[in-house]
T-cell receptor
Framework: DTEVTQTPKHLVMGMTNKKSLKCEQH?????MYWYKQKAKKPPELMFV???????INESVPSRFSPECPNSSLLNLHLHALQPEDSALYLC??????????????FGPGTRLTVL | AQSVSQHNHHVILSEAASLELGCNYS??????LFWYVQYPGQHLQLLLK??????LVKGIKGFEAEFIKSKFSFNLRKPSVQWSDTAEYFC???????????FGAGTRLFVKA
């Protein structure tokens, strides 16, 4: 299984809502990533988890809260978002952070719209 | 600072034309290089990758790329494009053993049938 899955595919939420994005991989990867991709822009790194511990937070606002409950799962909890947070949120995984050859496998993304 | 620069933001070609998309990077150290493709409405897919060894790498769907270390370049080529190659192409780099992958701004390719 060389797939990263993400749910939901689409999410519409109000600025006062709390919602969560989910990501799952069963490739035995120990590094997982959240990216944000605005329309016609490249993906931008948000968070990196390595062995279930947060390794990188790219100065992301606290209304985004990541969680890695186990080595296969990665969540992104959303609260009090702004309309400008509307984007495609991509999850990725790689074998290990620190590997010489750090190829990342991407999920299909969750398209988030904040009203 | 680490960066990736893609020279062309939009490219329009006719079917059977040859394709070359430019990518230059700035990174202090050993790098891994990637080209990803994103078809309309679909997720990022890896086209090809360079870690070490032969600087000419072949990927899926007839694409290839050449790593020229002296020029900090990793250009993508395809001898004859098809309408189905219409997509956005991203060059990306990460440091060997590193955490962070940096993407270029992307090149939107439109192939006319």
């Amino acid at each position: 299984d060389t797939e990263v899955t993400q749910t939901p595919k689409h999410l519409v939420m109000g600025m006062t809502n709390k919602k969560s994005l989910k990501c799952e991989q069963h490739m035995g990867h120990r590094a997982m990533y959240w990216y944000k991709q605005k329309a016609k822009k490249p993906p931008e790194l948000m968070f990196v988890y390595s062995y279930e511990k947060l390794s990188i937070n790219e100065s992301v606002p606290s209304r985004f809260s990541p969680e890695c409950p186990n080595s296969s799962l990665l969540n992104l909890h959303l609260h009090a978002l702004q309309p400008e947070d509307s984007a495609l949120y991509l999850c990725a995984s790689s074998h290990r952070v620190g590997d010489y050859n750090n190829e990342q496998f991407f999920g299909p993304g969750t398209r988030l719209t904040v009203l | 600072a680490q960066s990736v620069s893609q020279h062309n933001h939009h490219v329009i070609l006719s079917e059977a034309a040859s394709l070359e998309l430019g990518c230059n990077y700035s990174y202090g150290g050993t790098v891994n290089l990637f080209w990803y493709v994103q078809y309309p409405g679909q997720h990022l897919q890896l086209l090809l990758k360079y870690f070490s060894g032969d600087p000419l790498v072949k990927g899926i769907k007839g694409f290839e790329a050449e790593f020229i270390k002296s020029k900090f370049s990793f250009n993508l080529r395809k001898p004859s494009v098809q309408w189905s190659d219409t997509a956005e192409y991203f060059c990306a780099v990460n440091g060997a053993g590193g955490f962070k992958t940096i993407f270029g701004a992307g090149t939107r390719l439109f192939v006319k049938a």
